[in-house]
């Protein structure tokens, strides 16, 4: 007979979240992740198989959360200014808590861009592609850009989300306000 766990998933997931999101999957030991999610390493093989299932949890809770930011993108009916409040709604979070980290899935992007993870790739190009896929709906809201142009504005805009979310972690918040103010300036 299974025994039944003596911890919360969830909270153990989260907990194992922030800290990948802080220090990166490389650089996050077995030993740091028991000593912050207050668990042993049988337990997390027993739930999570090893670090990297237990990594891809923490992917799928991160994206569960912006996932709220990424339905508000979506169904916006402003076009630029909707992508403009998207790169304020993402970074607004940090900035509450004090907890610069940048985003989990752009720090994951970096990370793993010259791993030959299949699974995490698969899982980011994922993400990119639904975030650019979005961003393209709201430029052609504007019926004066042609669909060249709005290809290169959807670049731009990724590119300076993945920049955003790499200032995120050194630049003060003003800084940060300041960076996609002028992102937007001439869109």
Known sequence: MARKKQYNEDLVVEKAMNLFWKNGYEATS?????KEMGINKFSIYSSFGNKHGLFLESLKRYKSRVNDVLVKLKNGTKGVEDIKQFFYDSISSN???????????????YEFSENEDQLIKEQMTSFMEN???????????????????????????????H???????????EEIEDYIEMTFKNL
Request: charged residues 25%; hydrophobic residues 40%.
């Open 131 to 161: 975030l650019k896929s979005i961003i393209i709906d709201k430029l052609r809201l504007d019926p004066l850009k042609d669909e060249a142009t709005i290809t290169k504005q959807a670049n731009y805009l990724l590119l300076a989300k």
């Open 163 to 173: 920049g955003l979310a790499a200032a995120e972690r050194v630049n003060t918040k």
């Open 30 to 34: 077995m030993q740091m992740l028991e």
């Open 95 to 109: 900035f509450k808590t004090g907890n610069q980290k940048g985003c989990f899935v752009t720090n994951t992007y």
